[in-house]
C-alpha cells in the first residue's frame, strides 16, 4: 500500500448480524460465517443464505427453483439465460445439485450497510419477479416431453 493510501475494513460476521437486526430482519447464525433468514415475496416464500468470507459478502436464495431429475429443460434455461442477462447486482445459475440459484456477492472490504441494504433488496426483488416466469418454463418443459 501506498503513502496516503488506507485499507478498507473487511466487515465480519459481527456487523452482519448487527445490520440484520438494523434491517429489522429476523435471522439465525448457522455458523461462525453464515446465517439464514427468509422472506416473503408476492409469488412464494424464500429462505435466503448470508456468508462472510475472506473476500466476499455473498446471499443466496438456493434453490431458487428445484431442478428436476432430469434437468432443466430448453424453455428454462433460456429463461434463466435472459434473466441473469437482464439482472442487475444479481447473478443466476445452476448449483452442482442440479438447482437454480440467485446470487448477490459484495466485496466484503468497505462493506457497510447500504451495500447490505441494496444486496437484500435486491435477492428478493429477483427472486420474487423471476420464480413465476421460471415456474413457468418448467412446466413448458415438463409439457414438451
Known sequence: MSEGET?????????????????GWSFERLEGDTFR??????????????????????????????GPERGFGAATLRALALANQHANLAKLGIDDDGDAFINVELPAE????????????????????????????QIVDERNL
Not at 478498507?8 to 448487527?18: C, G
Open 37 to 66: 433468514t427468509g422472506f416473503r415475496g408476492k409469488s412464494a416464500a424464500f429462505v435466503a443464505l448470508v456468508r462472510v468470507t475472506r473476500h466476499w459478502v455473498v446471499f443466496t436464495v438456493n434453490p431458487l427453483l428445484k
Open 110 to 137: 468497505g462493506f457497510e450497510f447500504a451495500h447490505f441494504v441494496a444486496a437484500i433488496g435486491a435477492l428478493a426483488h429477483f427472486a420474487d419477479t423471476l420464480v413465476v416466469p421460471l415456474l413457468q418454463a
Open 7 to 23: 485499507a478498507l475494513a473487511r466487515t465480519t460476521p459481527a456487523e452482519i448480524a448487527r445490520f440484520f437486526r438494523r434491517y
